[in-house]
């Protein structure tokens, strides 16, 4: 079984109103060194077989089509050590 | 600027209705190689200063009191290369 790993973020230019709720929580709990935090998702993937490139390939149109929206989130995918 | 990734997944003995629900969509979608999803959340934390130890300490103790709930989740902390 390979495991591939799937991390979905924001795009940038979209605001992340979560990122900026955590950032906030952050100075409160006295962590004023922390200038920005953007929050978005992992995914760990598990699939039958190794993790080659007809693998990634694969995970990489998974994501596409179900784990991201394009629309405002970019992703990237790599296999686990 | 350093940017420190915080990476949070629930624990393996922990029930994840999130990646389940994934999982049997990708099978809907014809993924029928992918075995398992689990579902976690990714934090990009930018902080003042160089990702030296100091600050990898400190993001990982914003992690245990903000980030992750130590009960049900665990989390890892690395530098952006």
Redesign the interface.
């Known amino acids: 079984?390979a495991t591939v790993i799937v991390?979905?973020?924001l795009k940038q230019e979209i605001h992340d109103p979560q990122?900026e709720a955590?950032l906030s929580?952050?100075h409160r709990?006295g962590?004023g060194?922390?200038?920005?935090?953007?929050?978005?998702?992992?995914?760990?993937?598990?699939?039958?077989?190794p993790a080659d490139g007809a693998?990634l390939a694969?995970v990489e149109?998974?994501a596409r089509?179900?784990?991201a929206n394009p629309v405002i989130e970019e992703f990237s995918v790599h296999a686990t050590e």
């Open positions: 079984m991390d979905v973020m990122g955590v929580a952050s709990l962590f060194a922390v200038k920005g935090v953007r929050q978005g998702k992992r995914f760990e993937v598990e699939l039958e077989g693998a694969a149109e998974l089509e179900l784990l």
